[in-house]
């Protein structure tokens, strides 16, 4: 599946100066929630991604979905639905550690995909795998729409699968061009950056 086109059309892949959730600054930024609320496009990159994490389990079967809220939501339910398997979402408790809230469980050695949206670097699916292993569940496959590692963002013991991986350079902020060019940088997305 070609997938940058969907980001194009639906105006996602935006240029300018950003400071993303890692607190590092870039100068494109992905916007997955513009192309998500498209619900035939949300549901064609779900159906994609959970080919390729079938492909990845060897046809295993996965008994459950798990994504970090918020940028997962959207395209973990969709897996979900195309996998035919339930889907729950970790939330940032008051210490802002990933935590089950809303009744959410996990069954110990259920076998589970972790999905998200975007990794960069991988914090935020490393931290809700750690979750599930602690709870007593079976990561065995992790995946998302947008790899912007460039393929470098690395997960304990599981195996990532994203449906389109980018060489997007990041800086930190005090090495930033753009701020040295004096570029106002915007801070998008859902949750607030590491640092400001």
Avoid: W
């Amino acid at each position: 599946m070609d997938v940058l086109p969907l980001f194009e059309t639906t105006e996602a892949y935006l240029q300018g100066h950003f400071r993303l959730t890692s607190g590092l600054h870039s100068s494109r930024y992905l916007q997955c929630a513009r192309v998500l609320q498209h619900p035939a496009y949300a549901e064609q990159l779900g159906q994609a991604l959970a080919n390729r994490l079938k492909a990845l389990t060897a046809g295993a079967e996965i008994g459950l979905v798990v994504s970090p809220a918020m940028g997962g939501l959207i395209i973990g339910h969709e897996v979900a639905r195309a996998l035919r398997t339930p889907f729950i979402f970790t939330e940032r408790g008051p210490d802002t550690q990933m935590t089950l809230r809303r009744g959410f469980s996990v069954h110990p050695g259920t076998a589970v995909a972790v999905v998200e949206d975007v990794v960069t670097t991988g914090g935020s699916t490393r931290e809700v795998i750690e979750l599930l292993r602690q709870l007593g569940a079976r990561p065995v496959v992790a995946g998302s729409i947008i790899d912007r590692s460039g393929g470098n963002a690395t997960l304990p013991g599981v195996p990532f699968q994203a449906l389109c991986t980018l060489q997007v350079e990041t800086y930190q902020p005090e090495a930033c061009p753009l701020c040295a060019a004096g570029l106002p940088v915007t801070k998008p997305g859902s949750r607030p950056s590491a640092s400001n």
